[in-house]
């Protein structure tokens, strides 16, 4: 088991970070499970993960946690394949660029994202991992398709995705989406290695590159499927989520707002 930094190619704006092994890689895709601090909810998900045994490497995508979760002790027998941990700047979407770097550089197929708060049911992982070997390119999770099922989602958040930020991506990306906020997704290598999509840009730092790839998939013609997910909210206590109530979502409404007027585009997109 060892840990190296990690630096990506002279085409790619990548945060550094490290990577711990504790196994090799086994299958054609992997599931990347973002996390920071998310103390025993990241812990329970994993041992649903294993129990689904879905034909997936399962690999950590760490933001930089300081809860003691993502030790070699817990994440091991777990079943997980490799902890990333980035080091350099940047929230999520520099936390994808780290896990997306890594994945292409290990050679897999097609990569899986769902978040480590414990609140996606990992039984909709063999959907995704069939969606990929069928050629789908971007894989959208939705509570809101036939199939799919929302406990407990509050109310308010319910109300904005369905009359504002999926019916905006919609619009973008021509065509229609139902659950936009859900990060439980899957993308091919080709999809992610095109040069007219190019996610490896230091502009991609928090919440764009969710909004940039859903609408960049379906505007360059790429295979686009929404598969049936669970997801649920706890019945009390806080609800999970990075999102502050008041900055947190005014920061997601400027950038969704960006991304549908296609300020993310590769500069030299015509």
């Given at each position: 088991?060892?840990?190296?930094?990690?630096?990506?190619?002279?085409?790619?704006?990548?945060?550094?970070?490290?990577?711990?092994?504790?196994?090799?890689?086994?299958?054609?895709?992997?599931?990347?499970?973002?996390?920071?601090?998310?103390?025993?909810?990241?812990?329970?998900?994993?041992?649903?993960?294993?129990?689904?045994?879905?034909?997936?490497?399962?690999?950590?995508?760490?933001?930089?946690?300081?809860?003691?979760?993502?030790?070699?002790?817990?994440?091991?027998?777990?079943?997980?394949?490799?902890?990333?941990?980035?080091?350099?700047?940047?929230?999520?979407?520099?936390?994808?660029?780290?896990?997306?770097?890594?994945?292409?550089?290990?050679?897999?197929?097609?990569?899986?994202?769902?978040?480590?708060?414990?609140?996606?049911?990992?039984?909709?992982?063999?959907?995704?991992?069939?969606?990929?070997?069928?050629?789908?390119?971007?894989?959208?999770?939705?509570?809101?398709?036939?199939?799919?099922?929302?406990?407990?989602?509050?109310?308010?958040r319910s109300l904005g995705i369905k009359l504002l930020h999926a019916p905006l991506i919609s619009l973008a990306s021509r065509r229609r989406y139902t659950d936009t906020t859900n990060g439980f997704r899957a993308y091919s290598r080709r999809f992610l290695l095109d040069p007219r999509v190019a996610p490896f840009r230091d502009v991609f730092a928090r919440y764009e590159l969710h909004y940039y790839l859903a609408i960049r998939a379906a505007r360059l013609g790429f295979s686009v499927q929404e598969v049936p997910v669970t997801r649920a909210y706890p019945d009390k206590g806080p609800v999970p989520t990075k999102i502050s109530p008041w900055k947190g979502n005014w920061l997601v409404l400027k950038t969704l707002f960006k991304a549908c007027m296609h300020r993310y585009d590769p500069p030299q997109d015509p």
């Open positions: 088991m060892t840990a190296e930094a990690q630096t990506a190619g002279p085409d790619r704006q990548v945060p550094a970070y490290t990577a711990t092994d504790f196994s090799g890689r086994r299958h054609r895709h992997c599931v990347m499970v973002f996390v920071i601090n998310e103390n025993g909810r990241l812990l329970r998900q994993l041992d649903k993960m294993q129990a689904v045994a879905a034909p997936l490497d399962v690999v950590i995508a760490d933001g930089g946690s300081t809860d003691g979760s993502t030790t070699a002790a817990n994440l091991a027998p777990r079943g997980v394949r490799t902890l990333l941990v980035k080091t350099g700047p940047g929230k999520l979407s520099a936390q994808m660029r780290m896990a997306f770097d890594w994945a292409l550089q290990q050679g897999y197929e097609g990569v899986v994202t769902i978040d480590g708060n414990d609140k996606d049911g990992p039984e909709a992982l063999h959907r995704f991992v069939a969606a990929l070997d069928a050629g789908v390119d971007h894989v959208q999770g939705s509570r809101y398709v036939p199939g799919g099922v929302a406990i407990n989602t509050p109310r308010l």
